[in-house]
């Protein structure tokens, strides 16, 4: 017994059927190939930076170099604030010991003639 006929069979067997290629395919695809060449050698900083990035291995060295150099000036400026504030924190010890210290020196006016 034969299975019945799908409707998609004729569609399908018409599928196989290649189509003759265009005349100028061979031209057309060169051209193509000109065009993205003449993309990937154009000089310029913004070609040479697309580059670079594309590959990604510099593009995650890059990305950590940004992450550590964005650590190192955070630890820098907190160190400069914890300097700062041990500097306040020695100048309140010593005006709490000495109370004259902040005061301005007492200048002894002479009567000369």
């Known amino acids: 017994m034969h299975p019945p006929s799908d409707p998609l069979d004729s569609l399908l067997d018409r599928w196989h059927e290649t189509p ?20 990937a050698e154009r000089p310029g900083l913004l070609a040479r930076i697309e580059a670079a990035f594309s590959r990604p291995s510099f593009a995650i060295a890059f990305v950590s170099a940004c992450m550590l150099l964005g650590l190192f000036l955070a630890e820098v400026r907190l160190a400069r604030l914890h300097a700062e504030r041990g500097a306040q924190i020695a100048q309140s010890y ?12 007492v200048k002894i006016a002479s009567n000369q003639p």
């Open 20 to 39: 003759e290629p265009p005349q100028n395919l061979t031209t057309e695809v060169w051209r193509r190939i000109a065009v993205v060449d003449n993309r």
């Open 94 to 105: 010593l005006r709490l010991i000495d109370p004259l210290m902040d005061k301005p020196a």
